[in-house]
């Protein structure tokens, strides 16, 4: 089964109302596959969803970076999926390791957030990766496995989930996992849903791989059979992020 190769930019905590106009408007103006060949996800701050969405082209999409683990209501603070929703945003990026490193979001926590916004209509970018001390001690399968299991025990339909591999020792560090560090890890997961999903999901769903992808190792990684794509950190503040989306061809 051909899956659809899947970049997104997650912009973290940064930009300002110019710095946002400025990288829209270098996407607006890059030439990069048709939506057939690659399907574009940009994650900015919540307070600039509106802005990028209303003139972000219409080939690509927005994410949020984050949302409530069930309806909204006294939660100060918390962006629920039905906001979201209301604001037409599809996307939402759920259990990134900066969250549950700094917010200690366990496997179930994040679990529970990508039920609520699966359930809400939002399509979802699960994150799931090792630090560098579990993979020294030889238990990154273990985790990831456990990771994903946490979400496989909540959640019924995978068609609008993206799985994505961010092994915490490459964010932000510029040590990018090599490409057979990626496909080992990914070919592992993917076994993973064939055995304990199904083989359908196993095959249909997108694994993307992101800690310190640019412009300068993309390529190789997306040529791994189980790499489908990239969430892609520091690059996708920068010019760089349209040759990573070129690398789906
Ligand atoms: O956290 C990341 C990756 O960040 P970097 O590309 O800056 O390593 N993606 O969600």
């Not at 791989?209 to 997306?222: D, H, I, K, T």
Request: proline fraction near 3%; glycine fraction near 8%; hydrophobic fraction near 45%.
């Amino acid at each position: 089964m051909a899956r659809k190769f899947f970049v997104g930019g997650n912009w973290k905590c940064n930009g300002t109302v110019a710095e946002v106009s400025k990288i829209v408007k270098l996407l607006n103006e890059a030439d990069v596959p048709s939506e057939d060949a690659v399907e574009v996800v940009i994650s900015p701050p919540f307070v600039f969803l509106p802005q990028v969405k209303a003139v972000l082209r219409s080939d690509f999409a927005v994410a949020a970076q984050n949302a409530w683990v069930r309806k909204g209501g006294a939660y100060t603070g918390e962006i629920s999926a039905e906001v979201l929703i209301n604001l037409e945003i599809p996307w939402v990026i759920l259990g990134h390791s900066e969250r549950r490193a700094l917010l200690k979001e366990s496997n179930e926590f994040v679990a529970d957030k990508v039920a609520y916004a699966l359930s809400q209509g939002l399509k979802v970018i699960a994150c799931i990766g090792e630090t560098l001390e579990q993979r020294e001690a030889g238990e990154t399968l273990n985790v990831v496995s456990e990771q994903t299991k946490a979400i496989a025990e909540k959640i019924k339909d995978w068609s609008n989930v993206v799985l994505a591999y961010e092994p915490v020792w490459a964010i932000g560090t510029g040590k990018v996992a090599t490409p057979v560090q990626a496909q080992e890890v990914h070919a592992d997961l993917r076994s993973w849903l064939a055995t304990n999903v199904s083989s359908d999901v196993a095959e249909s769903v997108r694994i993307i791989y992101g800690g310190s992808v640019n412009a300068g190792n993309c390529v190789e990684l997306a040529g791994q059979p189980d790499v489908d794509g990239f969430l892609v950190g520091g690059a996708s503040l920068k010019a760089e992020f349209v040759d990573i989306i070129r690398s789906a061809l």
